[in-house]
């Protein structure tokens, strides 16, 4: 593994971390970043890695997209960590640079694999369900609130040829955090799916945390509901419940209630007070976030199944009036929300 040349496309919040990770490891890692300024960081001082009890900061090679272009080596794996609407031309960018026999994991949230394959092909593609919380608003600084011992990846390949290298991959990742290989990776990150349909959007429209969001008056019972619906989707589409970040096979007995689980999961374990989701750590950012990949993946999938969702596709709506400007997120959007999703407050 010393020898293997390793890339890390998306060097934000969880890409410098986990590059960081794997640099400590003594591994062959170069960053790929596209905000300039977080380029010059890393390369002037290093990642820094702000932790719960220690902060680690490690000397890294960090590069800009631009600079992609003037590769000549090429890269045995490419972990790519953009955001889900940006992966095919993320793809694109590293083709020209991968290995004959090299592989790209998509350590995502979203469905993204199948745009991965597109552009790169099944045999040298793998999807990765990844659970870590961490944030960026300085070059050079991440906060990661979920350590090493806590963090949790899956592997797992749509191909024969691809799944194979899953082992080689979790052997790679397993310096940053627990890693499993899936034998069904689509329902695996179906899974993941349900998790984010819950409280990514739910949340952020709220201007709040998960932890804040569950106690506002029919929040709870709406973000369980946005949840089923993507259970029922993706039961629909032929996947399976699978445990992840840490559930067991129990809780897959009663597929009603995953989703509620997993939520309790999310809370009791992953959330921390003030800890922002990556939603709304987008729009403080004033970038559009991943909405239509998530809760609008959920919204696509039951309308081509002849359905309709419309707890998510009410927090498309609203999500999208926040990201256009015509509303602002936070407390008071609640009763709006849960009004547009056709639920009812129960004091």
């Known amino acids: 593994m010393v020898d293997t040349k390793i890339a890390v ?5 969880n890409g410098a971390s986990i590059g960081a990770d794997l640099t400590r490891a003594g591994l062959d890692v170069t960053l790929i970043e596209q905000w300039p300024e977080h380029v010059e960081a890393m390369r002037t001082r290093g990642v820094e890695v702000r932790m719960p009890h220690c902060t680690e900061r490690t000397p890294v090679r960090a590069f800009n997209l631009c600079d992609v272009a003037t590769f000549r080596d090429k890269f045995d794996v490419v972990l790519i960590l953009m955001k889900a609407y940006d992966t095919r031309w993320a793809s694109e960018l590293v083709k020209p640079v ?27 593609t793998l999807g990765s369900v990844i659970e870590i ?27 024969e040829r691809a799944h194979a290298r899953a082992t080689d991959i979790a052997t790679i990742l397993a310096h940053a955090g627990r890693v ?11 899974m993941k799916l349900v ?18 969001a569950v106690q ?30 840490g559930m067991t096979e129990a809780d897959l007995t009663e597929p009603d209630r995953f989703a509620a689980a997993l939520l309790d999961v999310v809370h009791d374990v992953y959330s921390i007070p003030g800890q922002k989701t990556t939603v709304l750590q987008d729009w403080l950012k004033g970038r559009r976030s991943e909405v239509h990949e998530i809760n609008g993946h959920v919204v696509r999938e039951q309308l081509r199944l002849g359905g309709t969702a419309p707890v998510n596709s009410a927090v498309v709506d609203i999500a999208e009036a926040v990201e256009e400007g015509t509303l602002t997120a936070g407390p008071d959007v609640a009763p709006m929300l849960i009004k547009r999703a056709g639920l009812s407050i129960v004091k």
Not at 140 to 153: K, L, M
């Open 98 to 124: 991968l290995a004959d026999d090299g592989i790209v994991v998509g350590i995502q949230n979203g469905m993204t694999i199948d745009p991965m394959a597109d552009v790169l092909g099944a045999h040298r």
């Open 9 to 13: 496309l998306g060097s934000g919040a």
């Open 195 to 212: 998790a984010n349909s819950t409280e990514l959007v739910t949340s952020a429209v709220l201007n709040m945390t998960v932890m804040e």
């Open 180 to 190: 499993e290989v899936s034998d069904d990776i689509r329902s695996s990150k179906w």
């Open 216 to 245: 506002v008056p029919g929040m709870h019972a709406l973000m369980i509901e946005a949840g089923n619906e993507a259970v029922r989707t993706a039961l629909q589409l032929g996947h399976t419940l699978r445990p992840i970040i």
């Open 133 to 159: 919380a961490s944030n960026m608003f300085e070059p050079g600084i991440v906060n990661r609130d979920t350590p090493r011992e806590q963090s949790w990846f899956a592997v797992g390949g749509i191909e």
